[in-house]
């Protein structure tokens, strides 16, 4: 080798090592000086790659082909979907990796503005007018946070929510600036609940608001977890609450709407999303007003409320072809509880709408989910062959960045074509992927979905029964708030099976719990007296669990959970 081509690779060798320690930064903003300026800012600081992009679709292009580290997100794009929606549609279809860290910037000072970027959880929020110390120092916060937590990220980016949770936790034991102890304590919450370990998460917002009851993203994660746990009650106190502050009114009467929808009480649910001006109802929002409405027989309130969110954003095309999307399923959903010859006009409106959406569209998603839904409008129509053709697609088997509502219609799909185990499997992850989701509005609209979905596609009883397995294996291990979930699902899925209906009441006895979402002791002993199918083995455990709650009268007649006393230690599956 030469003394030039050694001299070369050693020079070449030192900036490949350079480059591997800069991160990767986006910068979306649709104004080009604004855009310009900020780039002009954050490269002096020397430890970016930057990109620049105008919008939300052009942002998701490149990551199909790169993550970034960094996001910097302006909150109003143009006639496009916000920063805000951006996000959370990007971090559902995991384009956005979990260690991704938000900066959101805007020289919007509306509270309902603040209020949802707050909501979404970015790392940083600035106001602008900024200067260039401001971009400067939180820029230079944030590396100092990331720094830090690089191991849980690490361990985040792995699908490993319980190792990051040990390694944030093995952090929060050293002696940490202040700021950056209270980003760790934000993202160890927020991963306790998705690990399943929700008292200790509620536990560390308690912490938090003990020093001071303002932390919004604290009030909300205490929210998040009563929410969880089924203490409703709590839940829609706290809310109440919420709703005397401007910054987080709308979202508090959401969750109380979704709340009363999860509850069957559809009228409460409008009356809390009435008080939302219909310009300022989210997608998530604005779905569920539809199906309240559709639940209360008022279908021609629920079509005139998603036409009127389509025609408002008819120029911003993803809002525009989103709300389409959403009406032409409104209109699948009145078909399939129509008598078959009586679907011919909801049908062909749900292809009219499809076909709009659907024109000229590079998105894969999107493709794949307008496929889906002319697929199942075939099967409505009951033309098998046509159905099989949308799903040849060589898109419609891949589902890593699938969302719920597509999931859904997929299964039946898979269900109309005899494949009930792959309906079965779509099902599952949909229920998965919605457990993850932060807008309860979004959550409690899928699931009651779901459930509807099981029952008509005929795998609720095989459903049920995997549910009270899993619940039956958490139980055991003594989680039992994971555990309550799973008998409450496999209940509403089965309620005639009284094996379930007394699993959810032993566990809430072992849990201390009075009140589980819209059930409580009391109800279910009452219910499981009225019901004959019982084996000698149950009705044994029964009584031992009716003697325990009479011992404990106080705790399970009252509102809320305090203490109580353990009956068999193992429920019995049916």
């Not at 950056?180 to 560390?204: F, H, N």
């Amino acid at each position: 080798m030469s003394l030039f081509t050694s001299r070369h690779s050693c020079i070449l060798a030192d900036v490949i090592e350079e480059n591997e320690m800069l991160y990767r930064l986006a910068i979306v903003e649709d104004n080009a000086t604004a855009r310009g300026n900020l780039r002009s800012h954050i490269l002096p600081l020397g430890q970016f790659e930057i990109s620049s992009f105008s919008n939300g679709t052009e942002l998701k292009s490149a990551l199909k082909k790169q993550n970034f580290e960094l996001i910097l997100m302006d909150f109003h794009l143009g006639q496009s979907k916000n920063g805000v929606e951006w996000v959370q549609q990007l971090r559902q279809s995991r384009y956005i990796k979990p260690s991704t860290g938000i900066i959101f910037i805007t020289s919007d000072r509306m509270p309902q503005t603040i209020g949802q970027i707050i909501d979404l959880h970015p790392d940083l929020l600035i106001i602008k007018p900024y200067t260039i110390a401001t971009i400067t120092r939180s820029i230079s916060h944030y590396l100092d946070y990331r720094e830090y937590a690089s191991s849980a990220l690490f361990s985040l980016d792995n699908d490993d929510p319980r190792d990051a949770v040990a390694k944030l936790t093995s952090l929060m034991r050293k002696n940490l600036p202040p700021k950056i102890k209270s980003d760790v304590q934000k993202l160890k919450a927020r991963l306790l609940i998705e690990a399943g370990q929700v008292k200790l998460a509620k536990s560390l917002y308690d912490t938090v608001l003990e020093k001071s009851d303002k932390v919004l993203w604290a009030q909300w994660g205490k929210i998040k977890c009563q929410y969880i746990n089924g203490d409703w009650q709590h839940c829609s106190e706290q809310l109440e609450t919420m709703m005397n502050s401007n910054l987080a009114k709308d979202k508090a009467l959401e969750w109380l709407a979704g709340l009363s929808f999860e509850q069957q009480n559809w009228d409460r649910a409008e009356y809390y999303l009435e008080q939302i001006n219909v310009s300022d109802l989210s997608a998530q929002a604005t779905k569920l007003k539809s199906i309240t409405y559709q639940k209360q027989d008022k279908v021609i309130e629920g079509i005139d409320l998603l036409q009127r969110k389509r025609d408002v954003n008819r120029a911003a095309r993803d809002k525009y072809t989103e709300f389409t999307f959403e009406l032409a399923a409104f209109y699948l959903s009145i078909a399939e509880h129509q008598p078959h010859n009586n679907r011919t006009q909801s049908v062909s409106q749900a292809k009219r709408l499809v076909g709009v959406a659907g024109r000229n569209q590079g998105d894969l998603q999107l493709i794949q989910k307008r496929d889906f839904l002319l697929a199942y409008s075939a099967l409505l129509e009951g033309d098998e062959e046509k159905a099989r053709h949308y799903v040849s697609g060589d898109n419609m088997q891949a589902f890593t960045r699938t969302d719920p509502p597509t999931l859904l219609t997929a299964a039946k799909v898979f269900s109309g074509l005899g494949d009930k185990e792959q309906a079965k499997n779509l099902v599952v992850m949909a229920h998965q992927r919605n457990q993850k989701l932060l807008n309860i509005a979004e959550q409690v609209t899928n699931s009651d979905a779901l459930f509807s979905g099981e029952i008509d596609m005929g795998i609720a009883e095989e459903r049920a029964t995997q549910l009270n397995e899993e619940g039956t294996i958490l139980f055991v291990d003594k989680k039992y708030t994971n555990a309550m979930d799973k008998f409450y699902s496999a209940a509403q899925l089965m309620p005639e099976v009284s094996a379930f209906h007394l699993n959810l009441l032993q566990c809430m006895v072992e849990a201390k719990q009075a009140v589980f979402r819209r059930t409580n002791v009391t109800v279910l002993i009452s219910s499981l007296k009225q019901m004959n199918k019982m084996n000698v083995a149950n009705k044994k455990r029964f009584e031992q669990i009716q003697h325990a709650v009479a011992k404990k009268n106080d705790l399970f007649s009252a509102p809320s959970p305090t203490t109580t006393t353990s009956t068999q230690p193992f429920p019995e599956s049916s």
